[in-house]
């Protein structure tokens, strides 16, 4: 009492013949038919755009991705990874998105609408397959372009929405990918397929038994083969050699192998088993039955005179021409795959031994650990230890110690790709955040290939400093000028504060605006006599490079110490006294330390 789709037909047909034999079931299928079109008729299936029904999740998954494909665009603008690392990474989340809402999309239709006619249409295998739903009302992903590369722009949108002009123009490229592909190739599949059945049209079934000894080995003790493909390979074939089980004959030479048989086998783990082959058939222009095996047709030995050589042409060119028109079926969309990740199974601190890994890099640039051998990861929660097996080759994702939380990734698996063999050179831009002065811990030299740029090379790994700052037009600077054990009261203050600017202008210009003094209060509150001032004294932090090439404008230079003029404005205007100078001592290495002495006053 369930749904019988393709899958479920299949199977039901193969135990009917099985059982029942090739008549009985043809005259079953002939009733199959004609129920399933009084059903169809009855059904009477439309398809209106209604029918299309979004999947209600899609939204905040899509949200989700931008906002992991935002995060991956800081750190590539901050060099954390370079842009091969950003483009794969970029196509792995968009991919797991859409992958994602595929699953989705077959529970939606079921809990939603279970009699939807694209619901029936195409789980049940009748037209469609799940990649054109999911294209219709989830979303296309990511798409080619004429080159071949993935373009790390998806298409947010499903065929039911609309696409939008961007997205379809990237569509385009898939789209005549697939007409092209289908005019051209089309041609190529037959053409293999002729070639085929021409280099082997001669090897017809001539004979029961060729008398041949030899026989391939297949042991079920070789952990190499998974069970499925044990299966696979022995049932049809014929034994080449009697099989014991201690003293005790369980099948006997040219008998054919059935599930039964092959159930034993695996259940008492035999010896090795010799079964025959065309490849160790004694004629070469022929084949005989027994080598042969049996024939997928109706399941029993394969009948003599029959074009076995045709078949198998037929057999693999047949599979050509259907690759071929996939591509115009589902548009050029991109398939791929992800990896495969290992979660903690519950709350806890993680502890493996760092001997056993070495520190890496992930294909997306992010740092981790490499096994090469099984590791066991231990998690400690509360009340209870969990023992989590990492296959050799795969990513630690987690440092040593670390409190995880149960279902995160700990783990990568990378199983039979090549984790260490693979260097791609890319040039990778580092941008600083800040503004400032930057300074590094070796020696560089010029890159030889940028002759008039400011391009230098670092001959090994080091660190760069970034002094933190920022050009302001005016630097405020706070100044103290007073005598020791003098009174200090509000309009006693002789100079509050400086404003040190316009770096670019002439001598004339500066001379004035580097010390113009603010004199708070009356005339009569300022201090007349400046040989009264013997030394300033620098309260807060002050830019020695600003300082410095003030000082080269104005001065008259004796060693480290530079001179420069100081008068008030209202001994400008009226002129009463000469101007007087005041000594910067420039430190040798530039750099003024807090509360130090900046300057003397000259009398």
Not at 255 to 263: A, F, R, S, T
Request: proline fraction near 4%; charge should be neutral.
């Amino acid at each position: 009492n369930k749904v019988i789709d393709g899958t479920a037909m299949k199977r039901l047909i193969s135990r009917l013949i099985d059982h029942f034999g090739m008549a009985y079931t043809s005259h079953i299928l002939d009733q199959v038919k004609t129920l399933g079109f009084q059903q169809a008729t009855a059904t009477s299936i439309s398809l209106g755009i209604d029918d299309l029904l979004t999947i209600p999740s899609k939204r905040w998954l899509v949200q989700d991705a931008e906002q992991q494909s935002l995060i991956l665009e800081k750190h590539h603008h901050y060099g954390n990874v370079h842009a091969v690392e950003k483009l794969r990474q970029s196509i792995e989340i968009w991919y797991a998105t859409s992958e994602y809402l595929r699953q989705e999309m077959n529970p939606n239709f079921r809990m939603t609408d279970p009699f939807n006619p694209v619901h029936i249409m195409s789980f049940s295998g009748a037209r469609g397959n799940a990649s054109q739903v999911h294209q219709l009302v989830g979303m296309r992903g990511l798409m080619s372009d004429p080159q071949g590369q993935m373009i790390d722009l998806p298409i947010q949108s499903n065929l039911r929405e609309g696409l939008s002009l961007t997205e379809y123009i990237i569509s385009c490229y898939g789209a005549r990918k697939g007409v092209v592909d289908t005019a051209v190739r089309t041609s190529d599949a037959g053409y293999l397929t002729r070639r085929l059945v021409e280099v082997v049209q001669h090897i017809v079934v001539r004979r029961s038994d060729c008398g041949t000894l030899r026989g391939i080995s297949v042991s079920p003790q070789n952990g190499m083969i998974p069970e499925k493909i044990f299966i696979q390979t022995l049932i049809g074939r014929v034994l080449a050699d009697d099989i014991y089980m201690g003293p005790r004959c369980i099948a006997t030479r040219n008998q054919d192998i059935g599930i039964g048989l092959v159930n034993r086998f695996i259940t008492f783990r035999a010896q090795p088993i010799s079964i025959r082959t065309p490849f160790t058939c004694r004629s070469t222009s022929w084949i005989c039955r027994l080598c042969y095996g049996r024939s997928p047709t109706h399941g029993d030995l394969v009948e003599l005179g029959e074009a076995v050589g045709i078949i198998a042409g037929q057999s693999i060119g047949e599979p050509g021409t259907q690759l071929t028109l996939r591509t115009f079926h589902t548009g050029g969309v991109f398939t791929g795959g992800t990896a495969e990740h290992v979660r903690a199974p519950s709350n806890g601190k993680i502890k493996f031994n760092e001997d056993l890994v070495h520190p890496t890099r992930t294909r997306h640039g992010h740092p981790a650990f490499l096994c090469s051998i099984d590791l066991y990861v231990t998690i400690e929660s509360e009340d209870i230890l969990h023992n989590v097996n990492i296959p050799p080759k795969s990513f630690l994702l987690v440092q040593n110690d670390q409190y995880v939380e149960s279902e995160q990734v700990i783990a990568e698996i990378r199983a039979g790709t090549s984790t260490l063999n693979f260097k791609e050179k890319v040039r990778k831009h580092i941008y600083s955040d800040s503004e400032g002065e930057m300074h590094w811990n070796t020696d560089v030299y010029h890159a030889p290939e940028f002759t008039y740029g400011n391009v230098h090379l670092l001959p090994k790994t080091s660190h760069l400093w970034i002094l933190l700052g920022k050009p302001y037009r005016s630097s405020l600077v706070y100044l103290s000028i007073h005598k020791d054990q003098d009174q200090m009261n509000a309009h006693s203050l002789s100079v509050k504060r400086r404003y040190i600017s316009n770096l670019s202008v002439t001598n004339d210009q500066t001379r004035h605006k580097f010390f113009n003094s603010d004199f708070s209060g009356k005339k009569e509150d300022r201090i007349p006599d400046y040989s009264d001032l013997n030394r300033i004294i620098c309260t807060s932090r002050c830019n020695p490079v600003i300082l410095h090439e003030n000082s080269d404008l104005l001065a008259k230079r004796r060693r480290n110490r530079f001179i420069i003029p100081l008068q008030s404005i209202q001994e400008r205007e009226n002129e009463l006294m000469a101007s007087s100078g005041i000594s910067l001592e420039i430190p040798i290495n530039g750099i003024f330390r807090r509360n130090s002495i900046l300057a003397y006053f000259d009398d």
